[in-house]
Protein backbone atom coordinates (compact mmCIF):
# COMPACT_ATOMS: atom_id res chain seq x y z
CA UNK A 1 0.00 0.00 0.00
CA UNK A 2 2.63 2.37 0.76
CA UNK A 3 4.04 1.84 -3.20
CA UNK A 4 1.29 2.78 -4.34
CA UNK A 5 0.50 5.70 -2.33
CA UNK A 6 3.55 7.06 -3.17
CA UNK A 7 3.62 6.64 -6.66
CA UNK A 8 -0.22 8.76 -6.41
CA UNK A 9 1.71 11.40 -4.73
CA UNK A 10 4.49 11.31 -7.45
CA UNK A 11 1.56 11.05 -10.09
CA UNK A 12 -0.20 14.22 -8.07
CA UNK A 13 2.65 16.32 -7.00
CA UNK A 14 5.62 15.22 -9.27
CA UNK A 15 8.08 13.60 -6.44
CA UNK A 16 8.25 12.08 -3.18
CA UNK A 17 10.88 14.14 -1.27
CA UNK A 18 10.77 14.02 2.52
CA UNK A 19 7.27 12.11 2.15
CA UNK A 20 5.84 10.32 5.28
CA UNK A 21 2.90 7.79 5.14
CA UNK A 22 0.15 7.14 8.20
CA UNK A 23 -2.89 4.80 8.27
CA UNK A 24 -5.69 5.02 10.90
CA UNK A 25 -8.38 2.14 11.01
CA UNK A 26 -12.07 1.78 10.65
CA UNK A 27 -14.17 0.12 13.20
CA UNK A 28 -16.83 -1.86 14.07
CA UNK A 29 -19.04 -1.76 16.90
CA UNK A 30 -20.03 -5.15 18.54
CA UNK A 31 -22.67 -3.35 20.31
CA UNK A 32 -24.14 -0.70 21.93
CA UNK A 33 -25.28 1.40 19.12
CA UNK A 34 -26.84 5.04 19.37
CA UNK A 35 -25.60 5.26 23.26
CA UNK A 36 -22.48 7.57 22.25
CA UNK A 37 -24.22 10.46 21.97
CA UNK A 38 -26.23 9.64 24.80
CA UNK A 39 -23.74 8.79 28.04
CA UNK A 40 -23.47 5.20 27.41
CA UNK A 41 -20.87 2.25 27.04
CA UNK A 42 -20.41 1.50 23.48
CA UNK A 43 -17.85 -2.11 22.38
CA UNK A 44 -16.12 -1.36 19.11
CA UNK A 45 -13.20 -2.93 17.64
CA UNK A 46 -10.53 -1.34 15.08
CA UNK A 47 -10.48 -2.92 11.80
CA UNK A 48 -7.85 -3.97 9.45
CA UNK A 49 -9.24 -1.84 6.83
CA UNK A 50 -9.04 2.28 6.94
CA UNK A 51 -7.57 5.75 6.05
CA UNK A 52 -4.00 6.01 4.08
CA UNK A 53 -2.61 9.22 3.57
CA UNK A 54 1.08 10.21 2.00
CA UNK A 55 1.98 14.00 3.38
CA UNK A 56 4.90 16.23 3.15
CA UNK A 57 4.97 20.15 4.43
CA UNK A 58 5.35 23.13 2.49
CA UNK A 59 7.70 26.07 2.18
CA UNK A 60 4.44 28.37 2.33
CA UNK A 61 0.93 27.87 3.50
CA UNK A 62 -1.11 26.58 0.69
CA UNK A 63 -2.91 23.44 1.59
CA UNK A 64 -3.08 20.71 -1.08
CA UNK A 65 -5.43 17.49 -0.95
CA UNK A 66 -6.38 14.94 -2.94
CA UNK A 67 -8.05 11.63 -2.18
CA UNK A 68 -7.91 8.72 -4.67
CA UNK A 69 -11.35 7.42 -3.74
CA UNK A 70 -12.89 10.55 -4.93
CA UNK A 71 -10.48 12.00 -7.63
CA UNK A 72 -13.24 13.65 -9.72
CA UNK A 73 -12.97 17.58 -8.19
CA UNK A 74 -8.78 16.90 -8.44
CA UNK A 75 -6.53 18.65 -5.89
CA UNK A 76 -8.94 20.52 -3.54
CA UNK A 77 -6.73 23.78 -2.47
CA UNK A 78 -7.42 24.79 1.34
CA UNK A 79 -6.28 28.17 2.93
CA UNK A 80 -5.70 28.13 7.17
CA UNK A 81 -7.40 31.72 7.10
CA UNK A 82 -10.37 30.16 4.80
CA UNK A 83 -11.38 27.37 7.03
CA UNK A 84 -15.19 27.09 6.47
CA UNK A 85 -17.58 24.61 4.75
CA UNK A 86 -17.50 24.61 0.86
CA UNK A 87 -19.83 22.26 -1.16
CA UNK A 88 -17.35 22.45 -3.82
CA UNK A 89 -15.01 21.01 -1.08
CA UNK A 90 -16.93 17.62 -1.21
CA UNK A 91 -14.75 14.98 0.51
CA UNK A 92 -12.04 17.81 1.74
CA UNK A 93 -14.69 19.04 4.26
CA UNK A 94 -13.72 15.98 6.86
CA UNK A 95 -10.09 16.67 6.86
CA UNK A 96 -10.48 20.45 6.81
CA UNK A 97 -13.23 20.55 9.74
CA UNK A 98 -10.56 18.91 11.70
CA UNK A 99 -7.57 21.77 10.55
CA UNK A 100 -10.19 24.20 11.64
CA UNK A 101 -11.10 21.96 15.10
CA UNK A 102 -7.33 21.65 15.57
CA UNK A 103 -7.02 25.30 15.08
CA UNK A 104 -9.18 26.84 17.70
CA UNK A 105 -7.40 24.95 20.30
CA UNK A 106 -4.50 27.19 19.41
CA UNK A 107 -2.63 24.74 17.15
CA UNK A 108 -1.38 26.42 13.86
CA UNK A 109 0.93 25.22 12.13
CA UNK A 110 3.46 28.02 10.13
CA UNK A 111 3.32 25.37 7.02
CA UNK A 112 1.09 24.39 4.64
CA UNK A 113 1.33 20.64 3.37
CA UNK A 114 0.84 18.27 0.34
CA UNK A 115 -1.32 15.47 0.89
CA UNK A 116 -2.77 12.23 -0.98
CA UNK A 117 -5.78 10.29 1.16
CA UNK A 118 -6.42 6.23 -0.07
CA UNK A 119 -8.88 3.93 1.58
CA UNK A 120 -9.82 0.48 1.57
CA UNK A 121 -12.66 1.18 3.53
CA UNK A 122 -15.88 0.69 1.16
CA UNK A 123 -17.82 3.83 0.83
CA UNK A 124 -20.70 4.43 2.88
CA UNK A 125 -20.56 1.01 4.89
CA UNK A 126 -21.03 2.47 7.96
CA UNK A 127 -17.61 1.04 8.92
CA UNK A 128 -16.52 4.78 9.95
CA UNK A 129 -14.59 6.06 7.01
CA UNK A 130 -15.21 9.74 7.68
CA UNK A 131 -13.74 8.91 11.63
CA UNK A 132 -10.95 7.60 10.06
CA UNK A 133 -9.86 10.09 7.68
CA UNK A 134 -10.41 13.39 10.31
CA UNK A 135 -8.42 10.82 12.77
CA UNK A 136 -5.60 10.35 10.16
CA UNK A 137 -5.34 14.02 9.36
CA UNK A 138 -4.86 15.10 12.84
CA UNK A 139 -2.52 12.69 13.80
CA UNK A 140 -0.47 13.41 10.64
CA UNK A 141 -0.58 16.87 11.14
CA UNK A 142 0.41 15.82 14.67
CA UNK A 143 3.99 14.12 13.65
CA UNK A 144 4.62 16.13 11.08
CA UNK A 145 4.41 19.55 13.04
CA UNK A 146 5.23 18.28 16.64
CA UNK A 147 2.06 19.34 17.82
CA UNK A 148 2.11 16.67 20.72
CA UNK A 149 -1.57 16.45 20.88
CA UNK A 150 -2.63 13.24 22.71
CA UNK A 151 -4.63 10.61 21.09
CA UNK A 152 -8.04 11.45 23.22
CA UNK A 153 -7.72 14.83 22.26
CA UNK A 154 -7.52 13.68 18.57
CA UNK A 155 -10.20 11.85 18.75
CA UNK A 156 -12.25 14.80 20.76
CA UNK A 157 -11.34 17.29 17.95
CA UNK A 158 -12.33 14.56 15.20
CA UNK A 159 -15.75 14.61 16.97
CA UNK A 160 -15.97 18.73 17.14
CA UNK A 161 -15.55 18.28 13.19
CA UNK A 162 -18.09 16.57 12.35
CA UNK A 163 -20.36 17.76 14.91
CA UNK A 164 -19.47 21.71 13.84
CA UNK A 165 -17.75 21.94 10.50
CA UNK A 166 -19.97 18.84 8.77
CA UNK A 167 -23.51 19.18 10.71
CA UNK A 168 -23.29 15.61 11.95
CA UNK A 169 -24.65 14.86 15.22
CA UNK A 170 -22.21 11.57 16.18
CA UNK A 171 -21.00 11.05 19.23
CA UNK A 172 -17.41 10.00 20.21
CA UNK A 173 -17.25 6.22 19.64
CA UNK A 174 -16.00 6.23 16.16
CA UNK A 175 -13.23 8.67 16.00
CA UNK A 176 -12.47 7.54 19.71
CA UNK A 177 -11.91 3.44 18.56
CA UNK A 178 -9.90 5.07 15.37
CA UNK A 179 -7.81 6.96 17.91
CA UNK A 180 -7.19 4.41 20.35
CA UNK A 181 -7.14 0.71 18.84
CA UNK A 182 -5.57 -2.13 19.89
CA UNK A 183 -4.58 -5.41 18.60
CA UNK A 184 -6.88 -7.84 19.14
CA UNK A 185 -8.91 -5.62 21.20
CA UNK A 186 -12.15 -4.08 21.79
CA UNK A 187 -12.71 -0.83 23.37
CA UNK A 188 -14.77 -0.68 26.33
CA UNK A 189 -15.78 2.62 26.69
CA UNK A 190 -17.74 5.28 29.06
CA UNK A 191 -19.07 8.01 26.36
CA UNK A 192 -20.15 9.80 29.68
CA UNK A 193 -16.71 10.64 30.93
CA UNK A 194 -14.37 9.32 28.36
CA UNK A 195 -12.95 6.30 30.70
CA UNK A 196 -11.94 3.04 29.24
CA UNK A 197 -10.88 -0.43 29.34
CA UNK A 198 -9.35 -3.04 26.33
CA UNK A 199 -10.98 -5.88 26.21
CA UNK A 200 -9.42 -9.14 24.29
CA UNK A 201 -11.20 -10.23 21.50
CA UNK A 202 -10.74 -13.94 21.45
CA UNK A 203 -13.27 -15.29 19.22
CA UNK A 204 -11.67 -19.07 18.87
CA UNK A 205 -13.06 -21.12 15.95
CA UNK A 206 -15.29 -18.13 15.28
CA UNK A 207 -14.93 -14.15 13.37
CA UNK A 208 -16.66 -11.39 12.97
CA UNK A 209 -18.62 -11.47 9.43
CA UNK A 210 -19.21 -7.90 8.27
CA UNK A 211 -22.36 -7.58 5.54
CA UNK A 212 -22.72 -5.12 3.44
CA UNK A 213 -25.96 -3.85 2.49
CA UNK A 214 -24.24 -1.69 -0.38
CA UNK A 215 -27.17 0.86 0.32
CA UNK A 216 -26.09 4.12 -0.21
CA UNK A 217 -26.87 6.94 2.21
CA UNK A 218 -25.71 10.01 3.22
CA UNK A 219 -26.13 10.93 6.76
CA UNK A 220 -26.32 14.09 6.99
CA UNK A 221 -29.45 13.87 5.22
CA UNK A 222 -31.16 11.05 6.83
CA UNK A 223 -33.21 10.25 9.95
CA UNK A 224 -29.60 10.22 12.41
CA UNK A 225 -30.10 13.90 13.60
CA UNK A 226 -33.63 13.22 14.09
CA UNK A 227 -32.92 10.49 16.27
CA UNK A 228 -30.27 12.99 18.55
CA UNK A 229 -32.90 15.16 18.81
CA UNK A 230 -35.60 12.59 19.97
CA UNK A 231 -33.39 11.80 22.67
CA UNK A 232 -32.29 14.86 23.92
CA UNK A 233 -36.37 15.72 23.82
CA UNK A 234 -36.83 12.48 26.35
CA UNK A 235 -34.41 13.14 28.66
CA UNK A 236 -35.69 16.76 29.06
CA UNK A 237 -39.12 15.03 29.91
CA UNK A 238 -37.55 13.00 32.32
CA UNK A 239 -35.18 16.16 34.01
CA UNK A 240 -38.21 17.03 35.38
CA UNK A 241 -38.36 15.02 38.01
CA UNK A 242 -35.00 13.02 37.81
CA UNK A 243 -31.38 14.39 38.73
CA UNK A 244 -29.85 13.07 35.19
CA UNK A 245 -27.24 14.15 32.74
CA UNK A 246 -27.76 11.01 30.43
CA UNK A 247 -30.56 8.79 29.42
CA UNK A 248 -27.89 6.06 30.16
CA UNK A 249 -27.62 7.69 33.80
CA UNK A 250 -30.83 5.11 34.43
CA UNK A 251 -30.92 1.22 34.24
CA UNK A 252 -34.07 -0.88 32.99
CA UNK A 253 -35.59 -0.63 36.12
CA UNK A 254 -35.75 2.99 36.86
CA UNK A 255 -36.44 3.51 33.05
CA UNK A 256 -39.79 1.51 33.47
CA UNK A 257 -40.91 3.70 36.99
CA UNK A 258 -40.23 7.13 35.43
CA UNK A 259 -41.24 6.42 31.80
CA UNK A 260 -44.38 7.89 32.19
CA UNK A 261 -42.55 11.17 32.43
CA UNK A 262 -41.92 10.74 28.63
CA UNK A 263 -45.54 11.84 27.05
CA UNK A 264 -44.40 11.41 23.63
CA UNK A 265 -44.86 7.69 22.63
CA UNK A 266 -41.52 7.81 20.02
CA UNK A 267 -39.47 9.59 21.92
CA UNK A 268 -39.99 7.21 24.76
CA UNK A 269 -39.82 4.21 22.21
CA UNK A 270 -36.63 5.82 21.50
CA UNK A 271 -35.03 6.23 25.18
CA UNK A 272 -36.13 2.62 25.78
CA UNK A 273 -33.53 1.35 23.39
CA UNK A 274 -30.95 3.57 24.22
CA UNK A 275 -31.40 3.04 28.07
CA UNK A 276 -31.80 -1.18 27.39
CA UNK A 277 -28.83 -0.94 24.67
CA UNK A 278 -26.52 -0.09 27.27
CA UNK A 279 -27.21 -2.67 29.99
CA UNK A 280 -27.11 -5.29 27.19
CA UNK A 281 -23.45 -3.48 26.03
CA UNK A 282 -22.02 -3.66 29.73
CA UNK A 283 -23.46 -7.77 29.88
CA UNK A 284 -21.99 -8.57 26.64
CA UNK A 285 -18.07 -6.96 28.20
CA UNK A 286 -18.23 -9.49 30.81
CA UNK A 287 -19.77 -12.16 29.02
CA UNK A 288 -16.94 -11.45 26.14
CA UNK A 289 -14.46 -11.39 28.95
CA UNK A 290 -15.55 -15.43 30.69
CA UNK A 291 -15.40 -16.14 26.45
CA UNK A 292 -19.05 -17.08 27.01
CA UNK A 293 -19.62 -15.90 22.92
CA UNK A 294 -22.91 -18.03 23.01
CA UNK A 295 -24.43 -15.79 25.37
CA UNK A 296 -22.81 -12.57 24.23
CA UNK A 297 -24.55 -13.55 20.69
CA UNK A 298 -28.01 -13.41 22.56
CA UNK A 299 -27.17 -9.89 23.12
CA UNK A 300 -26.40 -8.82 19.50
CA UNK A 301 -29.68 -10.08 18.13
CA UNK A 302 -31.57 -8.19 21.09
CA UNK A 303 -29.68 -5.10 20.05
CA UNK A 304 -30.96 -5.43 16.70
CA UNK A 305 -34.70 -6.11 17.38
CA UNK A 306 -34.29 -3.32 19.49
CA UNK A 307 -33.08 -1.21 16.97
CA UNK A 308 -35.65 -2.43 14.61
CA UNK A 309 -38.40 -1.65 16.68
CA UNK A 310 -37.41 1.19 19.24
CA UNK A 311 -35.18 3.29 17.39
CA UNK A 312 -35.89 2.33 13.63
CA UNK A 313 -33.01 2.81 12.15
CA UNK A 314 -32.95 -0.74 10.22
CA UNK A 315 -34.93 -0.78 7.49
CA UNK A 316 -35.03 -3.99 4.34
CA UNK A 317 -31.88 -4.40 3.98
CA UNK A 318 -30.17 -4.66 6.78
CA UNK A 319 -33.05 -6.61 8.25
CA UNK A 320 -33.26 -8.86 5.32
CA UNK A 321 -29.15 -9.67 6.42
CA UNK A 322 -29.71 -10.16 9.82
CA UNK A 323 -32.56 -12.11 9.63
CA UNK A 324 -31.25 -14.36 7.02
CA UNK A 325 -28.10 -14.84 9.39
CA UNK A 326 -29.61 -15.93 12.03
CA UNK A 327 -31.26 -18.94 10.05
CA UNK A 328 -27.77 -20.08 9.35
CA UNK A 329 -26.28 -22.60 11.01
CA UNK A 330 -22.68 -21.72 12.53
CA UNK A 331 -24.08 -18.04 13.64
CA UNK A 332 -24.00 -17.07 17.14
CA UNK A 333 -25.56 -13.98 16.69
CA UNK A 334 -26.25 -10.81 13.89
CA UNK A 335 -27.09 -7.25 13.78
CA UNK A 336 -26.84 -4.12 12.26
CA UNK A 337 -23.45 -1.83 13.23
CA UNK A 338 -22.85 1.46 12.93
CA UNK A 339 -25.64 4.42 12.20
CA UNK A 340 -28.00 2.17 10.37
CA UNK A 341 -29.73 3.02 7.38
CA UNK A 342 -28.02 1.10 5.39
CA UNK A 343 -24.07 0.74 5.95
CA UNK A 344 -23.11 -2.85 7.58
CA UNK A 345 -24.41 -5.76 9.43
CA UNK A 346 -21.87 -8.13 11.47
CA UNK A 347 -22.17 -11.85 12.61
CA UNK A 348 -20.08 -14.12 14.76
CA UNK A 349 -19.73 -16.74 12.74
CA UNK A 350 -17.99 -20.40 12.74
CA UNK A 351 -15.06 -19.79 10.69
CA UNK A 352 -15.75 -23.86 8.89
CA UNK A 353 -19.19 -22.75 7.78
CA UNK A 354 -18.04 -19.22 6.75
CA UNK A 355 -18.08 -19.23 2.97
CA UNK A 356 -21.60 -21.04 3.48
CA UNK A 357 -22.83 -18.84 5.16
CA UNK A 358 -21.87 -16.16 2.86
CA UNK A 359 -23.15 -17.75 0.03
CA UNK A 360 -26.81 -18.73 1.78
CA UNK A 361 -26.91 -15.07 2.86
CA UNK A 362 -26.04 -13.71 -0.31
CA UNK A 363 -28.34 -15.84 -1.99
CA UNK A 364 -31.62 -14.60 0.36
CA UNK A 365 -30.60 -11.04 -0.17
CA UNK A 366 -30.02 -11.10 -3.77
CA UNK A 367 -33.36 -12.32 -4.23
CA UNK A 368 -35.50 -10.30 -2.01
CA UNK A 369 -33.84 -6.82 -2.08
CA UNK A 370 -32.52 -7.06 -5.89
CA UNK A 371 -28.47 -6.56 -5.81
CA UNK A 372 -25.97 -7.92 -4.06
CA UNK A 373 -24.63 -7.90 -0.55
CA UNK A 374 -21.04 -7.91 0.39
CA UNK A 375 -18.87 -9.72 2.77
CA UNK A 376 -15.93 -9.09 4.67
CA UNK A 377 -13.96 -10.88 7.34
CA UNK A 378 -11.39 -8.75 8.85
CA UNK A 379 -8.70 -9.58 11.79
CA UNK A 380 -9.10 -6.95 14.89
CA UNK A 381 -6.77 -3.90 13.52
CA UNK A 382 -4.71 -1.60 16.02
CA UNK A 383 -4.30 2.26 16.17
CA UNK A 384 -3.12 4.92 14.51
CA UNK A 385 0.36 4.29 12.72
CA UNK A 386 3.53 5.81 10.39
CA UNK A 387 3.83 3.34 7.98
CA UNK A 388 8.38 3.46 7.84
Known amino acids: MKDKLLDLFRETYGDTDGVRVFFVP ?91 FLGDIPKQAGLSSSASIEVLTGFAMNEIFGFDTSLVDLALMGQKAENIFIGMGCGIMDQFSAALGKVGQAIFLNTADLTYEYVPLDLGKYCILIMNTCKQRHLTDSKYNERLAECRRALTWLQFELDVNYLCDLDEEQFEEYKYLIEDETEQKRAKHVIYENVRTIKAKAL ?55 GC ?15 NVGEMYAKKIGYEAEFYITDVGGGPEEIA
Open 26 to 116: GRVNIIGEHVDYNGGHVLPCPIEMGTYCAIRSRDDREIRMYSANFPEPGIVNWNYSELVNRVDAAWSNYPAGVLWAMASKGLRPERGFDVV
Open 288 to 342: LEEGNLAEAGKLLNQSHISLQRDYEVTGIELDTLVESAWEQEGVLGARMTGAGFG
Open 345 to 359: AICIAEKDRVDEIKR
